[in-house]
């Protein structure tokens, strides 16, 4: 599915944010939280299995605790599926 491919890819760009730039933080963030809400409307487990993960990497990029163990646990129950 292209779903897939392109959320796989948008790994790249984010895990490249180990930068302070707050603007550049916040816009890492946005993007990826419009990738989990698109997989969820029309993506499938697989794709919010894999969204929700990206959220998670980026938050533990930009070293924000709180905001990763929030998002580790979303990841972790939109993974059930796949036994993760």
Not at 42 to 57: P, R, S, T, W
């Amino acid at each position: 599915m292209k779903l897939k491919l392109f959320l796989l890819l948008s790994l790249v760009p984010l895990t490249l944010a180990a930068c302070s730039n707050q603007p550049f933080e916040n816009r890492l963030i946005k993007e990826a939280k419009e990738l989990y809400d698109f997989a969820k409307e029309y993506g499938d487990k697989d794709d919010i299995c894999i969204a929700a993960g990206v959220i998670k990497l980026t938050y533990l990029d930009l070293n924000d605790k709180s905001n990763y163990s929030k998002w580790k646990d979303i990841h972790k129950k939109d993974c059930k599926h796949l036994g993760i």
